[in-house]
Nanobody, 121 residues
């Protein structure tokens, strides 16, 4: 199987920045798509941003112009640079990845355990 581990969450003041990282480990052959979801307190999980193996990106409207998703294919890592953070960005952020692993190749969809981001003064 493929495991995902997030890091980089924390407490930041409004207007501040954080960078989240997520590393995939295991017998990874290829990762077609990686991305970030978030779940604010008392709300449903929502898509934040995704990036394909060809670096095509997609963002939820509320973070466009503030967040940037990127990936390092050699390191099986996806990043989320979050700038101009707002209190409404407070949530648990989850990494996900879809691709192939093992021999023979099998498809996978994996999720990380989440990292807390709190934006508050």
């Amino acid at each position: 199987q493929v495991q995902l581990v997030e890091s980089g969450g924390g407490l930041v003041q409004p207007g501040g920045s954080l960078r989240l990282s997520c590393v995939a480990s295991g017998s990874v052959f290829s990762i077609n798509a990686m991305g970030w979801y978030r779940q604010p307190p008392g709300k449903e999980r929502e898509l934040v941003a995704t990036i394909t193996i060809g670096d095509t990106t997609n963002y939820v409207d509320s973070v466009k112009g503030r967040f940037t998703i990127s990936r390092d294919n050699a390191k099986n890592t996806v990043y989320l640079q979050m700038n101009s953070l707002k209190p409404e960005d407070t949530a648990v952020y989850y990494c996900y990845a879809q691709g192939y692993y093992g021999t023979p190749y099998r498809s996978f969809t994996s999720w990380g355990r989440g990292t807390q981001v709190t934006v508050s003064s």
